[in-house]
């Protein structure tokens, strides 16, 4: 009898939890899945009423995936009333919406236009994959559950960083990933442009950075099939043209991402210097454009009043070209040997009776924040502009940049925070997890080569918890949210790109977006399961780990 009764509370506890399972990530705040389903009719239309512009824009893309993945003739009317209505109402997040869908339609609330956005990116989630994929299929019936969904993220920041200095991607490869984030519900793409291995934004003034600058002498591929060789011919030149990064911007906008262009300086500037080694701390010995790893001691003569204004002149022009509110100026891995050696910073520190050689660079973020500020621009920084031993807080702070946190990530977040400067996090490595999600994820034999010892699994990165509970309650407005970081030493290929980051990338997208209470890794790797479809579609590779 007893072991009846447990069958059967058993049986209704799952009925019940099968009954409340909608494959929506990042799981949302709320949703309620009720009795009944609503199957979308050959004809229907969005009635978007009075709505601004900018939101009936939303409901027009909306309608115009859903038609191209479905055969459906659905149309979006100001007037009459429609199957989809959409309501604006003044309580919901900034970036929060309501849907409700019953066996008599759908209606969609939001206050905001990136909430409206939102809300039909859920409702193309809900249906089958190939409607947030965008693929033809008419056999198919579009059904959605009838369902409640109250949701907004937790955090206003979920990023994307993607370094295509070490090895350059197609601006086709950004829109596959773009497109990721988008259907993930993530909103800032930080775009890692230019390093020590290759310059890759189009600078007018300074044409030598896309040549010289952008063609390493010697390129290492991981190839998924053929394993690990180096090309021995170089690479290159490789590198954005203005009307390309343009088109990132856009297709990013209409994704509602914003786009942060990243140059990093001082240090990570060597591809700069082989360009235009006149700005460099020796230019009697000219750099090359790095084909290794690590960190290069070469860096910017920042006491150069001459390469101070290059380095101006390059975040001017691109500031033209990226219209965000932010602006990375790196500042992570800058050794200050060679500023030791150099006579203009000898002199510099001594002149200003600064107390170290690390205040040259603090000195110089604060130029650079105060420029970029004049501009409109608010600067980003890594930690180590905080975290390096000497660093001149006050100086680097000036201008209330936001501080990349990495490593060590977490003492520098509560570091950042304590300092009233918002931060970001995107830990490096911890045996708690890490968001560098070009790591490796398995120690199996017969994975490729790349960087990491295979411990950064998709469960440590899911479970990896970006606010301690140990944060004071007032320094947790200054955890702005948190980054997938993925970086392309070893990374070459668009295969082994996507087999990294996916399905880490939607992970991260889940801790930015879902309360730290609402997390559970089994229900994620349940989602992602389901989630497979949706990759196929898109002919994504993606690790298969953890299914
Ligand atoms: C970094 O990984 N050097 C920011």
Known sequence: MKKTLTALLLATALIASAQSFVNLTPRPK??????????????????????????????????????????????????????????????????????????????????????????????????PANVMARRYDAGKCYTLPCITVQDEPRFAYRGFMLDVSRHFFPVSELKRMIDLMAA????????????????????EEYPRLTTVGATAPNCRVVDMQRGTYWTDRPYGPYFYTKTEMREVVEYCAQRHITVIPEVDMPGHFVAALAAYPEYSCDPANPPSVWTKGGVSREVLNVANPRAVAFAK????????????????IGGDE??????????????????????????????????????????????????ESITAQGADLERVGRNRPIIFCWHPCQRAARMAAEQGLLNVVT????????????????????????????????????????????????????????????????????????????PRLMAVAEAGWTQQADKDFQDFRRRMSLDRELLDLGGYNYGKHIF
């Open 313 to 328: 002149h390059i975040l001017g022009e691109l500031c033209d070209i990226f219209p965000g509110p932010y602006f990375h």
């Open 427 to 502: 830990e490096f490595h911890t045996n708690a997890g890490s968001y560098y999600i070009n790591r490796k994820q398995s120690t199996a034999p017969g994975e490729p080569d790349g960087a990491g010892q295979g411990d950064d699994t998709v469960e440590r990165c899911y479970n990896y918890v970006p606010v301690p509970t140990d944060v004071p309650e007032a320094l947790q407005p200054f955890y702005w949210g948190v980054q997938a970081t993925f970086w392309c030493e070893w990374v070459a290929t668009a295969d082994y790109l996507e087999y990294l980051a996916l």
């Open 30 to 127: 709320s949703a309620v899945v009720n009795d009944g389903q609503l199957t979308l009719p050959p004809r229907l239309t969005v009635a978007y009423g009075s709505l601004p512009d900018s939101i009936s824009r939303e409901a027009a893309r909306f309608v115009s995936d859903l038609n191209a993945a479905t055969g459906l003739q659905a149309e979006a009317h100001s007037t009459g009333d429609g199957l989809i209505r959409l309501r604006h109402v003044a309580d919901c997040a900034a970036e929060g919406y309501r849907l409700q869908v019953t066996t008599q339609g759908i209606l969609v609330e939001a206050t905001t236009t990136s909430g409206f956005f939102y809300a039909f990116q859920s409702l193309k989630k809900i249906l």
């Open 334 to 383: 800058c050794p200050t040997d060679a500023w030791k050696q150099n006579a203009d910073c000898q002199r510099l520190v001594e002149s200003e009776g600064l107390p170290n050689f690390r205040t040259l660079q603090s000195r110089f973020i604060e130029d650079m924040t105060t420029y970029l500020a004049e501009r409109g621009k608010r600067t980003i920084l890594w930690n």
């Open 184 to 203: 993930y519900k993530m909103n800032y793409f930080h775009w890692h442009l230019t390093d020590d291995q290759g310059w890759r934004a189009e600078i």
